[in-house]
């Protein structure tokens, strides 16, 4: 049988360590024999971890693979941005995730750029159609946005300013996604939202993750995975379960495809997908 026919891809942070890139080199290799579309690169606004981004993404480039490289703005200037869009562009790079970013508490908001749609803006200024850009979208609203309606008409500006697609915040109500999805579409947006999905590892750190980012995780599940206490199979056998119908809902419902934030662990996203019928 083959496999089912939704494309899926595969985020990575980079890692910070010899062994960390050994591992994800490795974890990478078991994700590669499902097809995915691109592996995307996570970009940590405000420096440190920007060159080992890049370094991530030739790495996944050589190795023959479509790599996207996130790219934020925050605290950034216009010549730094317009460095890496060129050295992507002459990597042979197709695909960039663009983003705000958060700056690390403490750090002033400095820089040129002050929200995403800004930097797909530049991005199509400085390199017209070449890239597919992706940009972030929040089903149950980012954790900033002054309303519900505000965030929807910033999704809107970053979608007119050039954006070709969007990945969703992960999101553990099937509902909220496809509501967001007929909201764009009342607005006359109709570019393809692909959900995130985030498979679950540990409660204590999804909780912690969910905090940040305003994610919500159901008081059912909340619940059910605080009463498994230490007993981390039980976590994530019930996470297995729960994820793995939101995905089926999801294809039903005609997702256009599955993007995987994987926290550079292979099994977690392979166990979902083989009980959804991929196969490697
Ligand atoms: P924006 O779209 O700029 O929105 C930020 C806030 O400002 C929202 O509340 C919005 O409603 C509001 N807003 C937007 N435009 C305007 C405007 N013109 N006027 C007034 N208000 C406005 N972070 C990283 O640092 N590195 C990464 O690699 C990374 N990858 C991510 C990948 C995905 C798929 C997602 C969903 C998030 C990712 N993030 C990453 C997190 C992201 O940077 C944060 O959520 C950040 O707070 C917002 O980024 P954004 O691009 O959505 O910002």
Known sequence: ????????????????????????????????????EFFSVTFGAGGSTQDRTLETIRLIHSEGHSAAPHLSCVGSTRENIRGLLH?????????????????????????????????????????????????????????????????MLNYKRKINAGANSAITQYFYNADAY??????????????????GIMPIVRYSQLARFSDMCGAEIPRWMRKTMEGYGDDVESVQNFGLDVVTELC????????PALHFYTLNQAKASIDILQRLGYHA
């Open 178 to 195: 496809f509501r967001f999805v007929d909201e764009t579409r009342k607005l006359g947006v109709e570019a393809p939202v692909v959900p």
């Open 248 to 255: 089926e809902k999801l294809i039903a419902g005609g997702a």
């Open 87 to 151: 050295i992507y562009k002459d990597m042979g790079i197709k695909r960039i995730v663009a983003l705000r970013g958060d700056l690390p508490s403490g750090m002033a908001s400095i820089g040129e750029f002050q929200y995403a749609n800004e930097l797909v803006s530049f991005i199509r200024a400085q390199t017209g159609e070449h890239f597919h850009i992706e940009v972030a979208a929040y089903p149950e609203f980012h954790p900033q946005a002054k309303s519900a309606r505000d965030d």
């Open 1 to 36: 049988m083959g496999n089912p026919t939704t494309p899926i891809s595969f985020e990575f942070f980079p890692p910070q360590t010899p062994e960390g890139a050994s591992k994800l080199t490795a974890a990478r290799q078991r994700l590669a024999a499902f097809q995915p």
